[in-house]
């Protein structure tokens, strides 16, 4: 069992800047594949980024490149997204998903955290 906890999300302005955190319990941390999702008001949950086990590939949804990096620190069991250049459209709640490798095209996800609220005004 693991289980995730994220935090970081907040109000921020056009332009701003965030960075969320995934803290997961367990000694199965590098087990898992890790990502984002997202969730705006009346839309579909979407992915955003992922990262396989040794943080040496990452993925990214179109709209977020060259604006949102993910990362991954093993040692501290912890994932974390970085985001720049936020934009209103940014705004859901941002969730962060455990997963076998290659989740974001399988959809073989095992393990969901609560999510944390992310609101850029513009």
């Known amino acids: 069992q693991v289980q995730l906890v994220e935090s970081g999300g907040g109000l921020v302005q056009t332009g701003g800047s965030l960075r969320l955190s995934c803290a997961a319990s367990?000694?199965?941390?590098?087990?898992?594949?890790m990502g984002w999702f997202r969730q705006a008001p009346g839309k579909e949950r979407e992915f955003v980024a992922a990262?396989?086990?040794?943080?040496?590939?990452?993925y990214y949804v179109d709209s977020v490149k060259g604006r949102f990096t993910i990362s991954r620190d093993n040692a501290k069991n912890t994932m974390y997204l970085q985001m720049i250049s936020l934009k209103p459209e940014d705004t859901a709640v941002y969730y962060c998903?455990?997963?076998?490798?290659?989740?974001?095209?399988?959809?073989?996800?095992?393990?969901w955290g609560q999510g944390t609220q992310v609101t850029v005004s513009s």
């Open positions: 998903a455990a997963g076998s490798d290659g989740f974001w095209v399988t959809k073989a996800i095992y393990y």
């Open positions: 367990g000694r199965t941390f590098t087990s898992y594949a």
């Open positions: 990262i396989n086990w040794s943080g040496g590939s990452t």
